[in-house]
């Protein structure tokens, strides 16, 4: 079948409306990379139902588990996917962008200074006006109290040592971080390919 009739054919596809208790908008599926490891933790990688749906029907993604709410076209019914899973294998690239999110991630949402998860913001450890660079190994999250305390003077000078040394992480250093923050929506189907290995160690 021609790619043009099945994306057709997928978008034929509406709410089957027999189950108000999940709107359509609540049933996004976990993407997992065909290793069965999700593509992504942070953000999670979940696409909409439609989205899925389609890839389904070019063939890129197998279904893993599904919803119990269903949605039909004039030939067939479906059940909305919840877990599907790559067929081809996508290579996540070594390092995350350098971005302040990416910071905060790494940094476990705390000041590198203090701990506090309160009013972060980002520090040059080496203060700019001494040639600290804008960088992985010299930008921190810091709460604005220690940020304010340490001024424009280096760890050493102000007397407050980092609780860790600030890298470059790699994605998968990053990733794992990330599992540590699930976010807030988690369908019970998703939570085999997300958290197995906690739960076991619990
Ligand atoms: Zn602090």
């Known amino acids: 079948m021609l ?11 509406r709410s089957a ?6 709107h359509l908008s609540d049933c996004p599926a976990l993407v997992l990379n065909a290793d069965f490891t999700p593509l992504s933790y942070y953000p999670l990688s979940v696409w ?29 019914r479906m059940r909305l996917p919840s877990v599907i899973a790559l067929r081809q294998y996508v290579r996540v690239s070594e390092f995350p962008a350098f971005t302040r999110f ?6 476990r949402f705390s000041c590198q200074y203090c701990g506090s998860p309160h009013q972060l913001t980002f520090d040059h450890v080496l203060p700019r006006r001494l040639g600290g660079t804008t960088c ?4 921190v999250a810091a709460c604005s109290p220690c940020n304010l305390k340490k001024g424009g003077r280096t760890p050493k000078q102000a007397h407050m040592p980092l609780l860790v040394p600030p890298i470059r992480p790699t994605s998968w250093q990053l990733q794992e971080r990330g599992r540590a923050f699930p976010p807030n929506h ?10 197995w290995d906690v739960e076991l160690e619990a």
């Open 3 to 13: 790619r043009a009739d099945l994306i057709e054919r997928a978008a034929r596809f």
């Open 17 to 22: 409306g027999e189950d108000p208790s999940r």
């Open 48 to 76: 909409p139902w439609q989205t899925a749906i389609k890839a389904v029907f070019l063939e890129r993604v197998d279904i893993i588990a599904s919803y119990d709410r269903e949605v039909h076209s004039q030939s067939a």
């Open 102 to 107: 990416n910071v905060f991630l790494r940094d």
């Open 136 to 139: 992985w190994e010299n930008i």
């Open 186 to 195: 988690l369908h019970e189907t998703w939570r085999d390919w997300l958290y």
